[in-house]
């Protein structure tokens, strides 16, 4: 089962243990900030803060990192490294454990975790016992073992939506997206990506390629935890510009998807909020 911690961007998975979500907190932003003259508050001890107290307000089992955990990319700036061991140690008084999916910004990252933690490949990782659901970032090409999940949740996209005040004003709110896709798309796409030709059933083709049974998994992308970071509004840019290789091959039509503000309202579907949005223009 998932639930949407409302009005909080982390989510929880309950199969077998209690595991809660997080994705996108692009720690050390600032320093990366300042070297460009702009300058912002530290906002370690804030981020802590809000994950800390969402810890102690669930008390899930596992704590799931789905991703850009640092900012430096490629290199790790001081601050980083001398924050990111404090920053686990910290929360792992709160969690008994703690997993990091690797994002494309958590480069060397393993060089500062605590043993404790456990660092994924860009792969993600599959949890759940009946109900499973396959976590990762969303960067690199996912395992075919998604496909027979009950959920796939990525993050990386920084997912937003932008609405129109009644003053014709717009403004640009963090977002949960979720939906499904048509199975024999996906699995396509992975077939592609192995450069075999699909002759006939898709489904049956991607079964005896990978020995996996594709299932029709839903798929949730994460809103980033980092409420300073820029986002990306899924009803104003063009499909083709959603970030991951999911979306860059059209395997995934986000128009069908559902948006939920943090407060969880259900704002419409995103080709709907993107006609109303073309509608003012």
């Not at 907190?25 to 912002?40: C, D, P, R, S, V």
Request: charged share 25%; with cysteine.
């Amino acid at each position: 089962m998932i639930q949407l911690l409302t009005p909080h961007p982390v989510l929880m998975v309950e199969s077998g243990e209690r595991v809660m979500l997080a994705a996108d907190l692009h720690l050390g932003m600032e320093y990366e900030l300042a070297k460009q003259g702009i300058n912002i508050p530290y906002q370690w001890n804030r981020m802590l803060d809000e994950m800390t107290a969402r810890l102690e307000e669930y008390r899930p089992d596992r704590l799931i990192l789905v991703g850009d955990v640092k900012h430096g990319v490629p290199a790790t700036s001081f601050q980083e490294k001398r924050e990111i061991p404090h920053f686990f140690n910290t929360l792992l008084e709160a969690v008994e454990h703690i997993d990091v999916t690797r994002g494309n910004h958590d480069a060397n990252i393993q060089n500062y975790l605590p043993e404790e933690v456990t660092l994924h490949t860009s792969k993600g990782v599959i949890i759940g016992d009946g109900f499973t659901a396959a976590v990762l970032h969303g960067h690199a090409w996912p395992p075919p073992e998604m496909m027979s999940v009950d959920a796939v949740i990525m993050a990386h996209n920084h997912p937003t939506v932008m609405l129109n005040t009644p003053l014709g004003i717009r403004m640009s709110q963090r977002a949960w997206i979720r939906g499904k896709c048509e199975p024999e798309a996906l699995c396509k796409a992975f077939l592609a990506q192995e450069n075999v030709k699909v002759e006939e059933d898709a489904l049956k083709e991607f079964r005896d390629h990978f020995m996996v049974t594709p299932g029709n998994p839903e798929i949730i992308i994460m809103p980033m935890f980092n409420d300073m970071l820029g986002g990306l509004p899924v009803n104003q840019e063009a499909p083709k510009s959603l970030l991951g290789p999911l979306f860059r091959t059209e395997a995934v039509n986000m128009e069908d998807f559902d948006a939920y503000l943090l407060d969880g309202t259900y704002v419409g579907k995103v080709g709907f909020l993107r006609k109303r949005l073309e509608s003012y223009t």
